[in-house]
């Protein structure tokens, strides 16, 4: 008996002490990048890596690092629905908490949840976030902020300068100064500065592409190219006033090795999520490609640094449904060609941008012709509009109506006029969309380095927090 007991005992402390070894053997380890592709599921990596093999010639880095990479299928469910939204899945990935869609790291409750760049702060690591949405956004406001609500952007702003986040690199930079009406410029109805307050604490700021270009030493940078989002990389985006994710990724990397610190930054492609609301396939593209090559240069980074460095690259959630499939002409079933395929180079911007420039055509037709039927202006403005940019695509009259009206199938609603767009085009594209929303779908992890073999197989959004964690405490 007493020896069974000695037995027992043994076993106890063995597994104990296995368990505690494992938890710290993973702590403090110095890099941690974490790349999110805001509503990237496997269709748009699918797309990325035929159109980089078959029209560029070249392969993309999210498929061809995967043969190294340990493989997670992530559950990305909220608390309230499984079909999540950025800010609830980003909480999990932040906090290792679930909690309801549009919250940011506090549960429905109104319970404030500890994020991993709280942790982290107090670990000594500098913090970053970078993104090609507003810095406020869904996808990086709970890594350092919590709100009922993810729009309480002027709140979400502030919290990020008492937590003292390091790196600031994205849009959004309405939320960070006072409004000027007289200007004509947006910012924030309390008339607070944060640009000001931040330059006080020690933060560089900049505004100005050119600027960012130069910098070769921050060890505090808020950088802000625009008042909202970045815009969309095809066709719509100045490269001269602001940067694609990738640059912005590769001069945060830059900017951090020179300090020597340790540090754990949050890279999201945002915009993918955003083009996929609009089943605008060929933004979608260029997005996701815009999104590979920051994991490019991620991943080179993690090669170079392999000892202290973990990667993990992921989603937060699938959004839009888009397929590559075929269609029924005559009794003859029409199925893409990889030639096809060179065909989302006909699409010369985006939907956001195609549908403001018909707007302005209708509302030019209508100042010249003040007496002409509102129905007929749409007509020749849309007939204007294919004309002079969206060369070659075809509308039938249903889809003219359908683009005045806003009337399409529920599924379609979350932005009608886009998705007649995203229709119309696929006979040219073969791209179908399923809806205009989130969905449920599981997303990909890719993990490299230190704790990713815990996030190996099917796993929950929430895992990838645990792994976090466990790296900086
Ligand atoms: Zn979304």
């Given at each position: 008996?007493l020896?069974?007991?000695q037995?027992?005992l043994?076993?106890?402390v063995?597994?104990?002490?296995v ?13 941690i990048?974490?790349?999110i592709?805001?509503g ?14 078959q ?9 061809s ?8 299928i ?6 309230d629905?499984?079909?999540t939204?950025?800010a609830a ?9 679930k ?5 940011v ?7 404030s949840l500890?994020t991993?760049?709280?942790t982290?702060k ?8 970078i ?6 956004g ?7 902020a919590k ?7 002027d709140?979400i702003?502030?919290?990020y300068l008492n937590?003292g986040?390091?790196?600031?690199i994205?849009g ?9 009406k007289?200007?004509k410029q ?7 500065d944060l640009?000001k307050?931040a330059?006080?604490k020690?933060y560089t ?7 960012f270009e ?8 808020i950088?802000?190219?625009s ?8 066709g ?6 602001q940067?694609s994710?990738?640059?912005?990724t590769e001069?945060?990397?830059?900017l ?6 340790p ?5 999201e ?7 996929n ?8 593209l ?10 490019g240069i ?9 000892d ?6 992921t989603?937060?959630?699938s ?7 075929c ?10 060609k ?7 180079k006909r ?24 007496n ?8 020749k403005?849309?007939e204007?509009l294919l ?6 695509l075809?509308v ?6 359908a683009?005045?009206t806003?009337?399409?199938p ?5 932005d009608a ?8 085009y696929f006979?040219?594209?073969?791209t179908?969309w ?7 779908t ?5 993990s ?9 197989g099917?796993?929950?959004?929430t ?9 900086v405490?």
């Amino acid at each position: 008996m007493l020896k069974e007991k000695q037995t027992l005992l043994r076993i106890i402390v063995t597994v104990l002490l296995v368990l505690s070894l494992s938890t710290s053997a993973l702590a403090g380890q110095k890099n941690i990048l974490i790349a999110i592709g805001d509503g990237m599921g496997i269709e748009q990596i699918g797309l990325l890596h035929m159109y980089n093999e078959q029209v560029l010639d070249t392969k993309a880095n999210l498929t061809s690092i995967m043969k190294d990479a340990v493989i997670g299928i992530v559950n990305t469910g909220a608390l309230d629905t499984p079909v999540t939204d950025s800010a609830a899945a980003a909480t999990a990935i932040a906090t290792g908490q679930k909690t309801n869609t549009n919250m940011v790291s506090m549960k429905p409750d109104g319970k404030s949840l500890t994020t991993i760049f709280e942790t982290a702060k107090k670990k000594g690591y500098l913090t970053a976030i970078i993104t090609t949405d507003t810095v406020v956004g869904g996808t990086p406001a709970p890594f350092a902020a919590k709100a009922k609500h993810r729009t309480e952007y002027d709140s979400i702003a502030e919290q990020y300068l008492n937590l003292g986040v390091d790196y600031i690199i994205g849009g959004g930079r309405m939320y960070f100064i006072p409004e000027d009406k007289e200007k004509k410029q947006a910012g924030r109805k309390d008339g607070k500065d944060l640009l000001k307050d931040a330059k006080e604490k020690g933060y560089t700021v900049v505004t100005k592409l050119e600027d960012f270009e130069k910098l070769e030493k921050a060890d505090k940078l808020i950088a802000l190219f625009s008042d909202k989002e970045i815009n969309f990389a095809n066709g719509d985006r100045d490269p001269t006033t602001q940067p694609s994710l990738s640059e912005m990724t590769e001069k945060f990397i830059g900017l951090v090795s020179k300090t020597g610190k340790p540090f754990i930054a949050m890279i999201e492609g945002a915009r993918i999520d955003h083009a996929n609301h609009k089943n605008d396939a060929t933004a979608s593209l260029e997005e996701t490609r815009d999104f590979d090559d920051a994991v490019g240069i991620a991943y080179k980074f993690y090669q170079n640094n392999k000892d202290n460095t973990t990667l993990i690259v992921t989603s937060d959630h699938s959004n839009g449904g888009m397929v590559l499939t075929c269609y029924k002409e005559k009794d003859k079933t029409v199925c893409p060609k990889y030639d096809d395929l060179h065909n989302f180079k006909r699409v010369p911007f985006s939907f956001e941008k195609a549908l403001k420039t018909l707007d302005s055509i209708h509302k030019g037709i209508k100042a010249g012709n003040p007496n002409m039927p509102d129905e007929e202006a749409y007509n020749k403005a849309v007939e204007q509009l294919l004309e002079e940019h969206l060369v070659g695509l075809k509308v039938t009259d249903e889809d003219i109506k359908a683009l005045r009206t806003k009337k399409v199938p529920l599924a379609y609603q979350y932005d009608a006029q886009a998705s007649v767009l995203g229709k119309a085009y696929f006979p040219i594209l073969f791209t179908s969309w399923a809806t205009t929303y989130h969905n449920a779908t599981p997303v990909v992890s890719l993990s490299f380095g230190k704790g990713s073999e815990r996030l190996k197989g099917f796993i929950d959004n929430t895992d990838i927090a645990k792994v976090l964690f466990s790296l900086v405490e």
